[in-house]
Structures are given as structure tokens and as C-alpha cells.
Antibody
Framework: QVQLHQWGAGLLKPSETLSLTCAVYGGSFNNYYWTWIRQPPGKGLEWIGEINHSGSTNYNPSLKSRVTISLDTSKNQFSLKLNSMTAADTAVYYC?????????????WGQGTLVTVSS | SSELTQDPAVSVALGQTVTITCQGDSLRSFYASWYQQKPGQAPVLVLYGQNNRPSGIPDRFSGSSSGNTASFTITGAQAEDEADYYCHSRDSSGYPLRLFGGGTKLTVL
């Protein structure tokens, strides 16, 4: 059974950098897109970006200048960094496993981390 | 344009059939996947591809697609189906962007 468990700081001040990590248990780390998705309070889902097992990344153009996704294959973990945080970045952040299939889908999700940006 | 459009809210009587739609140009090229989200919980994949359900997802959930519209149908809605539902697809503009619809809040009456 695949499980994703994520952690990181939940309260940040404006201009600080968000750092979250997601550990993958119970499945291969290869042949998937390891993904970050966020959801502002009361709003819908927004794709942040993804990384494959070889380290190739794709980012949402709206966040590309501020985001970095990396991975540690030795630990089956991947991470998100989002700099210059503002109140508009307040959201629940999810890690997810994306299928490497033409149509794509996310079959396993982390539990989510509420990140609040406030001075 | 790179967006998926869903009706914000839909209601259905207990035991009846309801369809949630998702519209977008990308759906002419890619199948949608659908996610159920209950309050305070992470989204759960309920449908993907042409009409595929992950293990453990009830067979009252089904999907279809035509042109720029993907549809998610619950046949015989149950109280536990009350949730937000999101569609997703790849973007067809050429950039590897992933799109989500704005979500549909389903109320079971």
C-alpha cells in the first residue's frame, strides 16, 4: 500500500521561504511524477509543479520564478521550496503521485499541510 | 484557453442520478480525472481515463467524454457522496501544465 507523508513549517512570515518534504512509502519511486498541489482556504486546487525520478521538473508558469522541487531518491523523498511567500500563498499544500500516462492522474495524496503566511 | 469550468454547486435527491460536468479545450485532447474531497480531507481519485475506477471506488461512479466536455455521473447517490468534486486534465497548449476545475459542491438531499 502506497502512502505519502508530508511535513514542514506551517506558519511563515511574509518574504520567508516555504519548505515542505514528502516521503513515499510502499512503492517504487521510479516512473512517476512527484507532484505538489495547493488549495487556498475555501478555494479550489492549484497544481504547483512536478518532478520525475531522474530530476526533471515542470512548474506552473504562475509560480515558476519562486518554486523549486527536488528529490532525494536514497530516501524516497521529494521536497518543495517556495520563496518570497505572501498572504496569497496561504493554503493547504498537498504532495501527490502522478501517473506517467498520457492523460495523467494523481492516485495517491499526502495528508496535506496548512501553511499560513502572516506577520 | 487553459482552464476547466465546473458548475459551483449541484444537488441530488438521495438515490437519484446526478451528473457533474467539466468543460475545457484540453478535454478535446485528454481524458479528465475526477477527485472527491470531503471537508478537512485530502482529495481522493475516483475516476480516470475513459471510465476507470480505482480499487475500492463504488461502481455507481462513472464517466464519459464528448468534445470539450467531461461528465462524472453518480447513479443512485448516497449520503456519503456529498462532497466537493474536482476535474483535472493536462493542458493542451503544449506546456506540461496540469489543470483543475474550480470544483463542484454536491449536496445530497
Amino acid at each position: 500500500q502506497v502512502q505519502l507523508h508530508q511535513w514542514g513549517a506551517g506558519l511563515l512570515k511574509p518574504s520567508e521561504t516555504l519548505s515542505l518534504t514528502c516521503a513515499v512509502y510502499g512503492g517504487s519511486f521510479n516512473n512517476y511524477y512527484w507532484t505538489w498541489i495547493r488549495q487556498p482556504p475555501g478555494k479550489g486546487l492549484e497544481w504547483i509543479g512536478e518532478i520525475n525520478h531522474s530530476g526533471s521538473t515542470n512548474y506552473n508558469p504562475s509560480l515558476k520564478s519562486r518554486v523549486t522541487i527536488s528529490l532525494d531518491t536514497s530516501k524516497n523523498q521529494f521536497s518543495l521550496k517556495l520563496n518570497s511567500m505572501t498572504a496569497a500563498d496561504t493554503a493547504v499544500y498537498y504532495c501527490a503521485r502522478g501517473q506517467r500516462w498520457r492523460h495523467g492522474y494523481f492516485d495517491y495524496w499526502g495528508q496535506g499541510t496548512l501553511v499560513t503566511v502572516s506577520s | 484557453s487553459s482552464e476547466l469550468t465546473q458548475d459551483p454547486a449541484v444537488s441530488v435527491a438521495l438515490g437519484q442520478t446526478v451528473t457533474i460536468t467539466c468543460q475545457g479545450d484540453s478535454l478535446r485532447s485528454f481524458y479528465a480525472s475526477w477527485y472527491q474531497q470531503k471537508p478537512g480531507q485530502a482529495p481522493v481519485l475516483v475516476l480516470y481515463g475513459q471510465n476507470n475506477r480505482p480499487s475500492g471506488i463504488p461502481d455507481r461512479f462513472s464517466g464519459s467524454s464528448s468534445g470539450n466536455t467531461a461528465s462524472f455521473t453518480i447513479t443512485g447517490a448516497q449520503a456519503e457522496d456529498e462532497a466537493d468534486y474536482y476535474c483535472h486534465s493536462r493542458d493542451s497548449s503544449g506546456y506540461p501544465l496540469r489543470l483543475f476545475g474550480g470544483g463542484t459542491k454536491l449536496t445530497v438531499l
